[in-house]
């Protein structure tokens, strides 16, 4: 069975959020920054259903209202519009005026209604949008299928990050080939509950949105909210994903045959997505993956893994190669998670270094040279059930301090 499911669920080189058929996208200027691309518009040809997970900080952004509003009203979208530089979050009656006003805009420039247009925005908090440029960008903004309009979108969402993130496959359905596409954006503030910082994701696969959301939960949970880079939440995290039922099969639910399939896909984006930021974690050299297994349960196994994977002394340490596995101790030991410690092993790499509550001999050497990869693996085995579950993360480096002590200026 395992063997089906790895032929029928393929990553797409070079693949994006326009693979899927019957999107198109674009980027563009409108001067939020000093030079670089800032408003960019998804847009979808036919009606698309939609799943939507959002951030839990209690200061939630204007836009994240508005988008909230618009797909509640028919669990509809054709288009998403995003704008960086400036958060619009905590910026009162005015803020969500605005925010409102984004959504009328785009609705008009593509003639459609106002409800099936989501809004989008990340970058600065507590400052107010530039409507006479956000106006423009509306009324401007061209969007095609072409890699460069995918290209030109990816990049206008971008704040502190370094690259774009994207991530592509496909799955077989009824014998027909579905393609599912993403970006994202996140280099800070990554430490989500319920979604990351922004992130987009398109399929033609036929799905109800009461489908889509579920089965976005279930990926969301084994992706973006298993990364943190800096323990903080934003208050503009937002997941959505648009299927606009272009591809002809059977509608999908958890009866379908291969509803397997389309989930396991769903998953494969969002966790290539998810581990591209937390790569470029701002001043990040190195991506950290820490897996646990043995657990009582997988809540247990994902909530240890990402202890570890954002204690602060765990990631200075692997920035500097210091195979100092007390840190990785310290950071288990005020987990929530149910442990015994003289059961535990812990490996970095594929070095053992703890065992059942002892100290084990090893080349400190050997492991330092490990650390010092660009991508470091921490595993913990806790003996005590069939739970497990991955987290991923970044080191700790001075340039993450450099990079938000001037944020602002």
Known sequence: MKLVKEMAVQPIQGGTILSPQGFKAGGMHIGLRYAKKDFGVI?????????????????QAAPLKVTQESISASQSL????????IANACTGEQGLKDAYQMREWVAARFRIPNEYVAVASTGVIGEWLHMEKIEKGCS????????DGARSFQQAILTTDTTEKTACYTVKLDGETVTIGGCAKGSGMI???MATMLGFITTDATISSAMLQKALKIAINQSFNQITVDGETSTNDMVIAMANGMTDHNPLDEAHPDWDHFQEGLNQVCQDLAKQIARDGEGATKLVEVNVNGAHSDGDANRLAKKIVGSNLVKTAIYGGDPNWGRI???????????????CDIYIGETLVFSNGTPQPFNEEKVSQYMLLDQVVISVDLHSGKGKGTAWGCDLTYDYVKINASYRT
Not at 45 to 57: P, R
Not at 329 to 342: I, Q, R
């Open 78 to 85: 054709q288009a998403i519009v995003v704008n960086s530089a």
């Open 329 to 343: 101790v310290g950071a288990m030991g005020h987990s929530e998670a149910t442990l015994e410690p003289d059961q």
């Open 43 to 59: 847009y979808s040809e036919k009606e698309a259903q939609v799943g939507a997970v959002y951030t839990q900080s209690h200061f």
């Open 191 to 193: 430490h989500p509950n």
């Open 140 to 147: 401007e903004i061209l969007v095609d299928s072409s890699p």
